[in-house]
C-alpha cells in the first residue's frame, strides 16, 4: 500500500487561507479583522469567504491581553515569557452570521482519526502511545505509522503489542512502528521504559495515554467500590493532571491537553454488572467507531492550529470547557502533590 494514499494528498481545506499580503488580527473585544498590507487599508470581512469572525472563549493559562503605544492588541506569553500580535483563539473563531449556526468545526464525532491526518506527513516525527495494541490507542498508533511517523507502541503485554505491530505493517510494510514493554501500574516498569526509550536518542513528538475530589476517596475500600464512580473520578484525575503537566513543562516547550475520546466508547465497565452491560449493547449502534474515538486524540497531538497551546479539554475535536472542579488550579497542585509523594513511596515498596 503506498504511503502516498496517506500522507501525499494535498490539505483541500483552504477557505480561510489568506491571500499573500494579509494579515489577521482581533481588536479588544474580540472581532476578527483582516490588514491588506499591499492597499495598506483593513475591514472586517474575510478577503475570500466575504464572513465576519470573532474570538471564542478565553485566552489559554498564562496568556494577558495588551495594548501598544499605537493601540494595536498584543499578547504576552507568560510562560514562554515572550510577546506576540497573533491572538493564540484565532484556532477557535466562529463565524457572525445570524442567519447561520455560528460555530463553525472543521471536524466532529464523525470524523475518524486518518480523516484528520488526510494529506500530513510525519516522516521524522516520533509518537509513543500507551495501551497501543487495541481500541483507540491502537487506532491512533495505526494513523500516526500511515502517515510516516515513527510510533512506538509502549504496553504491557508485549507478545500483543507485537501482534499489533504486525497488523500495521500487514498495511504498509515501510511503516515504522515497534512495541516496548510499559505497564503504567508498575513504577518499575516505568522506570525501565524511560531507560530503554532514552537509550534509543528518540525526541519524542508526541506522546498519547490514552463534584469536589476529595482525595482520601481515590483508594475506597471494597465494600465502598462503585465502578462508574471510579471511572469518573479518574476522568476528573485525568484533566487536572493535564492540566497541572501543561503548566509545569509548557516553559520547556512541552504541551498537554486532556481529551474526550466520546461517549460509551467500549471499556471494560460493561463487564462489571448486567445492567451496564445491557446498556452498552443497546446503545451499541449509535457509538462511535475505534477509529472516530481516536480522532480527537489526534487532532489535539498533530493539529497546526494548536501548536504551543495546551492546558484545555477537547471533545469532539472541539474544545469545551470541563466542570469548574476539573478547572481548579488548586486542586491541580494538590493532585501532583499526591502524585509525587505516591512515586516517591512506590519504589521502596517494589523493590522486592
Not at 34 to 42: F, P, V
Not at 52 to 76: C, H, M, S
Not at 189 to 197: E, G, I, L, M, T
Not at 286 to 301: D, E, I, L, P, W
Request: hydrophobic letters at 35%.
Amino acid at each position: 500500500m503506498a504511503a502516498l494514499r496517506y500522507a501525499g494528498l494535498d490539505d483541500t481545506d483552504s477557505e480561510d487561507e489568506l491571500p499573500p499580503g494579509w494579515e489577521q488580527r482581533t481588536t479588544k473585544d474580540g472581532w476578527v479583522y483582516y490588514a491588506n498590507h499591499a492597499e495598506e487599508k483593513t475591514q472586517w470581512e474575510h478577503p475570500k469567504t466575504g464572513k465576519r469572525k470573532r474570538i471564542a472563549g478565553d485566552l489559554p493559562y498564562g496568556w494577558e491581553q495588551e495594548t501598544d503605544e499605537n493601540g494595536q492588541v498584543f499578547f504576552v506569553d507568560h510562560i514562554n515569557k515572550r510577546t506576540t500580535y497573533l491572538d493564540p483563539r484565532l484556532a477557535f473563531t466562529v463565524d457572525d452570521n445570524p442567519t447561520k449556526p455560528t460555530n463553525r468545526q472543521r471536524y466532529d464525532s464523525s470524523t475518524t482519526a486518518m480523516e484528520i491526518l488526510q494529506g500530513r506527513d510525519f516522516t521524522g516525527k516520533v509518537v509513543v502511545v500507551t495501551g497501543a495494541n487495541s481500541g483507540v490507542g491502537f487506532e491512533t498508533a495505526k494513523s500516526f505509522a500511515l502517515h510516516g511517523a515513527h510510533v512506538i507502541l509502549a504496553c504491557r503485554n508485549v507478545t500483543r503489542a507485537n501482534e499489533a505491530v504486525s497488523q500495521i505493517l500487514g498495511e504498509w510494510h515501510k511503516a515504522k512502528v515497534e512495541a516496548m514493554t510499559l505497564d503504567l501500574a508498575l513504577l518499575r516498569s516505568v522506570q525501565h521504559f524511560a531507560q530503554a526509550f532514552k537509550a534509543k536518542n528518540l525526541f519524542t513528538d508526541i506522546n498519547d495515554s490514552s463534584g469536589k475530589l476529595d482525595f482520601s476517596r481515590l483508594s475506597p475500600s471494597k465494600n465502598d467500590y462503585w465502578a462508574m464512580l471510579a471511572y469518573n473520578r479518574s476522568k476528573l484525575c485525568n484533566i487536572l493532571f493535564s492540566n497541572e503537566l501543561h503548566r509545569r513543562l509548557s516553559p520547556r516547550g512541552v504541551t498537554s491537553n486532556a481529551v474526550h475520546p466520546g461517549n460509551m466508547m467500549y471499556s471494560s465497565i460493561h463487564r462489571n454488572w448486567w445492567v451496564y452491560t445491557l446498556l452498552f449493547t443497546l446503545a451499541r449502534p449509535f457509538t462511535k467507531s475505534m477509529q472516530q474515538g481516536a480522532a480527537t486524540t489526534v487532532y489535539c497531538a498533530a493539529a497546526p492550529e494548536l501548536e504551543g497551546l495546551g492546558g484545555m479539554y477537547f471533545n469532539n475535536c472541539c474544545r469545551c470547557l470541563p466542570s469548574p472542579e476539573a478547572q481548579s488550579e488548586e486542586t491541580a497542585r494538590a493532585l501532583w502533590a499526591l502524585s509525587e509523594r505516591l512515586v516517591q513511596e512506590g519504589p521502596g515498596s517494589q523493590s522486592g
